[in-house]
Structures are given as structure tokens and as C-alpha cells.
């Protein structure tokens, strides 16, 4: 059973759209979560960080976090050709010894914005 | 003023070979660790080490070999390269090992095993 889940895409929509990513997670004791975005051939760039249920906004950006529904989401408005990105879900839980956390990466969703 | 480095950048060996990548970060973190990033583009982490200690050391086979020899430089050192370890291999860092901490990666090294 995959840890943390993300349609792997690609997600197309056309420039000035809002893109909507999703991601599901089945640890319920994880309280940190992450969206990276990694170009192709490039490493992943923290874009949000989210760590209580509700809406965070970052400009053009908006991650929702539904911790009962183990569920976390990223919009981005007003999608440009350059946000044509992996978006990468990451989920922090607490390792067997409880003494450190981890990242746990979903697979990510290709995200591809239109002319 | 790179924060996270990494060398090589690209790693072109042959099976059976023994190599080794290097990190460095310059963010005043107390956490390290070492990802893998599959041809799929799965993710995966490999090692952890906070202030020169191995916190983290998932199911990864004996070839591979981390080293902490300050908690600014965590190098990963590969015995009698394989096939399957062909892939991506990011370095990252956080502030510390707590819950919560985001995670700032390297550029990577991609490593192709002929």
C-alpha cells in the first residue's frame, strides 16, 4: 500500500486556469506537509508548507490540508507555462524509533499549462 | 552561495566499480540526508544523519556506506556498483531533525552504472 498517493498526470489546463493537484496519505499521526516542485532534470523546490487543517496562501498559490480525510491539495491560479512542473506531495511522520521524522514523497503529478 | 552542493554532478562508472558523491551545506543545518530518485521519479529517502549521528538508515543495501564528518558534509560511498543503482541522488538538509522541518535539496548526481 502506497504511503502517499498522487495521480501521476500529466494534468493539462490552459494558461489562466487554476490547477487543482491532489494527494492522499494513510499515516493519520503525520502533522507536516509539502509541496516540492521539480523541473525535469532539476532538483525539488519547497513551493508550501502546510501543518493545520484549512487553506495556506502564497501568492498565486493555496494549499488545503484535510487531516481527517488524510488529504491535501495545491491550486495555483492564474497557471502559467512556466509552473509546467512535477508537483511532488510530501507527508512527515514520526520513524518506528520515534526519535527523528521523514518525508515521505508521493510519485507526483506532471503538471502541463497550455497556450 | 549555493546552499546545498553536491559533486559530481554526473557519475559515468561500470559495474563493480566503487565510487563515491560528496555534500556539503553551508545553511547552518544540524540534519543531512541522502534520497534516491528512481527512473520512475519515485523519491526515496536513504539516510539521515543529525550533527554527524545516522538517524535514519532505511532498508538500503550494505554497498552503500554514508559518512558525517561534520554535520556540514554528508558523503555516500557505493561498494561493487550495480545495475539497479543507476539513478539520481539527491543530497538535502533541515534545521534539525523535528517534525515539520522543510527540507532544502542539492542539484543532484546522476549516476549511470554501463
Known amino acids: 500500500q502506497k504511503e502517499v498517493e498522487q495521480n501521476s498526470g500529466p494534468l493539462s489546463v490552459p494558461e489562466g486556469a487554476i490547477a487543482s493537484l491532489n494527494c492522499t496519505y494513510s499515516d493519520r499521526g503525520s502533522q507536516s506537509f509539502f509541496w516540492y516542485r521539480q523541473y525535469s532534470g532539476k532538483s525539488p523546490e519547497l513551493i508550501m508548507s502546510i501543518y493545520s487543517n484549512g487553506d495556506k496562501e502564497d501568492g498565486r498559490f493555496t494549499a488545503q490540508l484535510n487531516k481527517a480525510s488524510q488529504y491535501v491539495s495545491l491550486l495555483i491560479r492564474d497557471s502559467q507555462p512556466s509552473d509546467s512542473a512535477t508537483y511532488l506531495c510530501a507527508v512527515n511522520s514520526l520513524i518506528y524509533t520515534g526519535t527523528a521524522s521523514k518525508l515521505t514523497f508521493g510519485t507526483g503529478t506532471r503538471l502541463q499549462v497550455t497556450l | 552561495d549555493t546552499a546545498v552542493s553536491q559533486t559530481p554532478k554526473y557519475l559515468v562508472t561500470q559495474m563493480g566499480n566503487d565510487k563515491s558523491i560528496k555534500c556539503e551545506q553551508n545553511?547552518?543545518?544540524?540534519?543531512m540526508y541522502w534520497y534516491k530518485q528512481d527512473s520512475k521519479k519515485f523519491l526515496k529517502i536513504m539516510f539521515s544523519?543529525?550533527?554527524?549521528?545516522?538517524?535514519i538508515n532505511e532498508t538500503v543495501p550494505n554497498r552503500f556506506s554514508p559518512k558525517s564528518p561534520d554535520k556540514a558534509h554528508l558523503n555516500l560511498h557505493i561498494n561493487s556498483l550495480e545495475l539497479g543503482d543507476s539513478a539520481v541522488y539527491f543530497c538535502?538538509?533541515?534545521?534539525?531533525?523535528?517534525?515539520?522541518?522543510?527540507?532544502?535539496f542539492g542539484d543532484g548526481t546522476r549516476l549511470s552504472i554501463l
Open positions: 544523519y543529525n550533527n554527524k549521528e545516522l538517524i
Open positions: 545553511l547552518g543545518h544540524d540534519t
Open positions: 538535502a538538509s533541515s534545521h534539525s531533525r523535528a517534525g515539520g522541518q522543510p527540507q532544502h
